[in-house]
């Protein structure tokens, strides 16, 4: 991750090349509805070579106390947690204007 970084971001600092990383991704929040009603929040447009999709979504999991998973690039929570998922991730530094949410 962090050679890749590296050439993007030229000499910049890890922390600021993280950053500029996090504000140039469009993240996609929605709801899919599964067999027997269930409802699933899925979140798209992470990119995996520069945000830990596995340590996001054990973030995620823990602070909404919901299941859920990591695959095929994109984060899996039980239930609907749209709204709520657009907080933490503002928290955590990505940029509310770059946070979509589809109803």
């Known amino acids: 991750m962090s050679g890749e970084l590296s050439s993007i971001c030229g000499g910049l600092p890890p922390e600021l090349c993280e950053q500029l990383a996090r504000e140039q991704q469009i993240i996609k929040i929605k709801l899919e509805k599964r067999r027997y009603g269930r409802e699933v929040t899925i ?61």
Do not use: W
């Open 43 to 103: 979140i798209e447009g992470l990119d995996e070579r520069e945000v830990n999709l596995k340590k996001l979504a054990s973030e995620l999991k823990s602070r909404l106390a919901t299941g859920g998973t990591y695959k095929n690039g994109r984060i899996e929570l039980q239930g609907d947690h749209r709204h709520r998922v657009k907080e933490i991730l503002v928290e955590m530094g990505f940029p509310e204007e770059n946070i979509i949410i589809v109803e």
